[in-house]
């Protein structure tokens, strides 16, 4: 079987997010950028269902400019055996990637394909999900675990009301949740093999698909600054202060 | 000219963020106060195979240049992790035996240097020869088919931890050779022979290293013993130190750099009398006037790195890289420490205790007027001082 692995080049988790002051978007020169996290556990899913004699191809893929060839090159070096590169310099929203990912599901025919529940920048959370319904295949979001039996696979979800275990016939769509598992590090014999693995690159009329943008950002602007606390004398008045304010 | 690193390069650069988020500052921290060997994280990089950056990959090396080794330890030091272990092994000891060894010796040594069981240091100073090298009184004298070595090292990082060291040695004595650099020998020394001595030397540097006296007693060396040419140490001394050099630099800049980056967050958020401090232009000038000294020793260090894999003359570069390195590094962390006030100081905000280690690196591995001198005398062409 095979995974296709999807994974978005993000603004670092640990980088303090700027707003551009003409609030049209984020500041991104010179920042530094990586792997969404959550993409991060999904390549290492992947690895792991290879590992255990479950999957036999791993691929990773990614749509971005030029400079998302990197985040590709760090899945390959965590140990995918190929990426795809869709080459795109627009800002791009679920439903396109979907489309995308969509073309390449059926170029590819995957059994499994992984994606972070979320990316990190937009906090969308909808590229899963969409891809399902567009592939006209089973989802299984939120996963912190996946057990492949057979022709299906057994997923726990985090839900809101607590965990969810869902059994969903492959070909499925699984996101991939925090508790997941521990992405591993990248080791420097893997970064050198990775340099030798292949990497295929499409343009958008390669794949058919078209991206007339849906959404349009009207302004971006910095959440409000905290304005801090008090302190208060005594617990009645705690009590007394957080009903006022209908807390409790 | 080409400045983009490549998507390699960049992985490794970047080798330093992902081993801080299980090894971080704390940890290091954590060692650094008691001077104890940082065991797991050693043992991580070990495993990632990053000890051997230098050491062609038939020896269990990544057979990679010193522009690697430079990217991989400023990448280290830029999450406030500097490690003095892997510029005496990695950077020093083990490219030196992969270069200058015979395929005994490199059998017998790298694989295991590589992979975390062994551990090399280098001990070249000597109580009486500081900055004066020729000045080494450490002899090895001839004695029946091998050779007796005796003599004292000082400033030793991680005696005590290495299995073996590489000596630099007298075979001749100073006094019976006619050019002051000729007669010497580098030595693989096993540190559990009979015959070796160590004691601690107190240091007031937070660090994981220890540093220590290492006294020879008639240790007996075989000639399979010897690195390189015998007789002809000194020629091979700069393929080691210029790396010490060029290294040691990379991580004055990555600590300034981890420093920095603590204080612009800092400043963005810390508010004294209206909108936070980092607006007053007397705390932001001397951050931007960091890190532009940063950034210009930074690519001044790797320009060393590369003249050092091209084989091209490194002296100057890796000087001046070090020179501008430690002056920005300083700059950067008491530029730094002002940011924080009083906070500075103390042990919940952690930055004061990252200038024991910035300033250590203006004095060793070469002090500032050594530096300077060379650059009078041998790129200059100025009359010599001393």
């Given at each position: ?135 006209q295949r089973p989802q299984a979001t939120y996963a912190s675990e996946v057990v492949i039996s057979g022709e299906t696979v057994r997923v726990t979800r985090e839900v809101d009301a607590g965990l969810e275990v869902i059994d969903v016939d492959l070909p499925a769509v699984i996101s991939t949740d925090l508790r997941l598992n521990e992405p591993r590090y990248v080791k420097l014999p893997d970064i050198m093999k990775a340099k030798r693995k292949p990497m295929d690159s499409y343009t ?45 | ?252 800049s990555g600590l300034g750099r981890y420093a920095l980056g603590r204080a612009v967050e800092y400043a963005c958020e810390r508010e004294v009398f209206s909108g936070p401090i980092g607006a007053y232009q007397g705390l932001q000038h001397p951050l931007a006037e960091s890190k532009a000294l940063l950034e210009a020793a930074s690519l001044m260090t790797l320009k060393a790195a590369w003249c050092f894999d091209h084989n091209r003359p490194t002296g100057e570069a890796a000087n001046t ?66």
């Amino acid at each position: 079987m095979k995974v296709l692995v999807c994974v978005k080049r993000v603004v670092d988790y640990n980088v303090r997010i700027r707003v551009k002051p003409d609030g049209g978007g984020v500041v991104t020169d010179g920042v530094k950028m990586a792997m969404n996290p959550f993409d991060e556990i999904a390549v290492e899913e992947a690895l792991r269902m290879r590992e255990a004699g479950h999957v036999s191809e791993v691929v990773a893929v990614t749509i971005g400019d030029k400079k998302s060839q990197e985040q590709l090159r760090t899945a390959l070096a965590m140990g995918a055996d190929r990426a795809i590169w869709v080459e795109h310099e627009e800002a791009i929203q679920p439903l396109g990637v979907a489309r995308v990912l969509k073309a390449l599901a059926e170029r590819e025919q995957p059994g499994l394909v992984l994606l972070g529940k979320q990316a990190i920048d937009d906090d969308c959370g909808q590229t899963a999900q969409m891809l399902a319904a567009l592939w006209q295949r089973p989802q299984a979001t939120y996963a912190s675990e996946v057990v492949i039996s057979g022709e299906t696979v057994r997923v726990t979800r985090e839900v809101d009301a607590g965990l969810e275990v869902i059994d969903v016939d492959l070909p499925a769509v699984i996101s991939t949740d925090l508790r997941l598992n521990e992405p591993r590090y990248v080791k420097l014999p893997d970064i050198m093999k990775a340099k030798r693995k292949p990497m295929d690159s499409y343009t958008l009329p390669d794949l058919g698909v078209e991206l007339p943008p849906l959404v349009e950002r009207l302004e971006t602007t910095p959440p409000p600054a905290r304005t801090g606390g008090f302190k208060v004398e005594s617990v009645e008045e705690l009590v007394a202060t957080l009903k006022e304010k209908g807390l409790v | 000219m080409d400045f983009d690193l490549s998507e390699e390069q960049q992985l490794i650069y970047q080798y330093g963020d992902q081993l801080a988020q299980r090894f971080d500052r704390k940890y290091w921290m954590e060692n650094a106060a008691t001077h104890r060997f940082p065991t797991e994280m050693f043992q991580q990089i070990a495993d990632d195979g990053f000890l051997g950056v230098m050491v062609p990959e038939s020896y269990g090396g990544a057979g990679l240049g010193l522009f690697e080794m430079t990217l991989f330890m400023e990448g280290l030091a830029n999450n406030g992790i500097p490690l003095l272990s892997l510029v005496v092994s990695s950077t020093m000891s083990l490219p030196l035996i992969a270069r200058y060894g015979t395929e005994e010796q490199k059998q017998r040594y790298l694989p295991d240097l590589c992979a975390g069981r062994t551990k090399f240091c280098f001990a070249i100073t000597e109580p009486g020869a500081g900055s004066n090298t020729p000045e080494i009184t450490t002899i090895a004298r001839k004695s029946g088919a091998g050779y007796l070595l005796s003599g004292q090292k000082t400033f030793i990082t991680d005696a005590n931890d290495a299995d073996f060291a590489l000596v630099v040695t007298r075979t001749t004595p100073r006094s019976e050779v006619t050019r002051k650099t000729d007669g010497f020998t580098l030595f693989l020394v096993d540190l559990k022979a009979p015959g070796v001595d160590r004691a601690e030397i107190d240091i007031r540097v937070p660090m994981p290293e220890s540093q220590w006296q290492l006294f020879f007693d008639d240790v007996q060396l075989t000639e399979a013993d010897a690195l390189g040419e015998f007789g002809r140490g000194f020629d091979i001394l700069f393929d080691t130190l210029n790396p010490e050099r060029i290294v040691v630099a990379a991580i004055c800049s990555g600590l300034g750099r981890y420093a920095l980056g603590r204080a612009v967050e800092y400043a963005c958020e810390r508010e004294v009398f209206s909108g936070p401090i980092g607006a007053y232009q007397g705390l932001q000038h001397p951050l931007a006037e960091s890190k532009a000294l940063l950034e210009a020793a930074s690519l001044m260090t790797l320009k060393a790195a590369w003249c050092f894999d091209h084989n091209r003359p490194t002296g100057e570069a890796a000087n001046t890289a070090k020179l501008t390195a430690a002056d920005a590094g300083i700059k950067a962390v008491d530029a730094s420490i002002q940011c924080f006030g009083g906070n500075g100081f103390t042990g919940d905000y952690g930055i004061y205790e990252i200038y024991p280690m910035v300033r250590l690196l203006k004095t060793a591995p070469v002090s500032r007027e050594m530096i300077l001198n060379y650059i009078g005398e041998k790129v200059l062409g100025l009359p010599r001082s001393y």
